[in-house]
């Protein structure tokens, strides 16, 4: 399924009769966004609740009647709430209740526990109409803390039919923040969504207080991302994998460069020229949510990229050379968080590529794929993988090929195979290859010897603690499972 252009998303929010805002600038101290007419961007809490009810309005009467029994379930949204954590989980007994704990132990800038009445977590418990179901809504209503927390959780079975699993969770979970929001008696206050999943192993301990402190500071902004990656304390053991998801973590960061976004670059690729939105580690106010039209269950997957394509066609501005889209209100914050690398460890084992859009992203969604996955420990799936992760010479024809996947999404971006393997050569190098260990012939990356990258990883593997890391400043010198690292 390709991705939708720029088009697309214009055609489709006019038929919506979606009415555009557009933000013009850079989002740069020098060339600040702003309103076309420059008037002053302020968020103004009274139109929000009013954008909520519209889009509440326009819900067909099923989902309507389905999100008003869930919130009669709930307790009612604190009047001092600002977060609304969404949490889909399907079959997550695993790693529920740590989970949870880290959305608990949150902390503000002066190094205390954040507000518990500024946020709250709803967790969805979703499950296909035909799978086994596992503990995970026993495990999380069961769940304790010290610290306490806000928590509601709910469970639902998608019909036999259901096409779109995925979105359709995280958009009730959205919905249903709205919902309650909306019937606060006091709405003083903008409402900030932060989209998670539940199979983040490690956040920030500050992620939550930075994104509501970058949310009012900046009231320009629509939507946050900020850094991923997938446990870099234990890829080290299996070097293939490492270089797997930092070659891909590199070709993202490239893309997102500003040298190459719409108002810099004529030859723009719309998807990715810009800081994507994620479905973890990423946050948008309720206020664009709802002018958007929210989450669209036509979208079977990429629904988190979506979100953040719709932003920026909304805030889409015309210029002499036609419209273009404000990708800039989409910021980055330098807040961690590492998600499980379990996908990972079984594509290197069974070649299972997890985004492949092949067959309704089949190797996503099938059940035989999420039993596996979800029935196996970390451990079980790191030493099935380990004859096929390590740098050895026999393993390098599954390097190329991961490579490989990379520089093609390279070629797909710029529209020219010179241009990619340019970027991709300064990629390989970044790494750890030296120059004549590697080479792109004919549109293929082979390569020659491992030895440059293999004294990298060492050096990198040296300098790794077996914790998580922090991109923000300690909190108290020491928070819960972090300590300073550097990338390779």
Known sequence: MPHWTFDQHLQTMRDQNVR??????QGTRHFP??????????????????????????????HLRLLERLADELPAMHAKCRLAVLLPCRNEAQHIQDRLNLMAEQFGADGRLLDRDLYEVIVLVNNAADENVDSTAELARRWRNPTGMNLSVIQMVHA????APLTLARKILADLALLRA???????????????????????????????????AQ???????????????LLIDHPIVLLMRRSWNFCESYASSRALRPDRNPQYQFNWNRRVTSGWNSAFTADIYARIGGYNRFRKFEEDLDIGE?????????????????VNTVIGLPIRAEASPRRWYYRTAKGIEPYDDRNGYENFFAQEHEQF???????????????FSSLDPANIPLLEDMLQKDFEFLCRL???????????QRILSWLGFESSHTDIRDGQVFVRSLEGVRRTIDQFAARTPKKPVSHLDQVLKAPRRSCPIRPI
């Open 20 to 25: 555009f805002s557009p933000r013009v600038g």
């Open 310 to 326: 719709k932003i920026s066609t909304l805030r889409a501005y015309e210029t002499s050379k036609g419209m273009i889209p404000q």
């Open 182 to 216: 909306s019937r606060r008696n006091v709405y003083s206050n903008p409402l900030y969504l932060v989209s998670e999943d539940a199979d983040v192993v490690w956040n920030d301990p500050r992620q939550l207080s930075e994104m509501l402190n970058a949310f009012d």
């Open 33 to 62: 966004l702003m309103d076309p007419c420059g008037k002053p961007i302020q968020r103004d809490p009274a139109s929000e609740r009013l954008e909520i009810e519209s889009y509440l309005s326009n819900q067909s009467a099923e």
């Open 160 to 163: 036999v039919d259901e096409s």
């Open 414 to 424: 710029h529209g020219s195979k010179l241009l990619a393997t340019r970027a991709y």
């Open 373 to 387: 996955l979800k029935s196996k420990s970390l451990n079980e799936l790191s030493q099935a993988i380990a004859p």
């Open 219 to 233: 009231p320009a902004i629509d939507g946050i991302r900020g850094y991923q990656d997938r446990c870099p304390w």
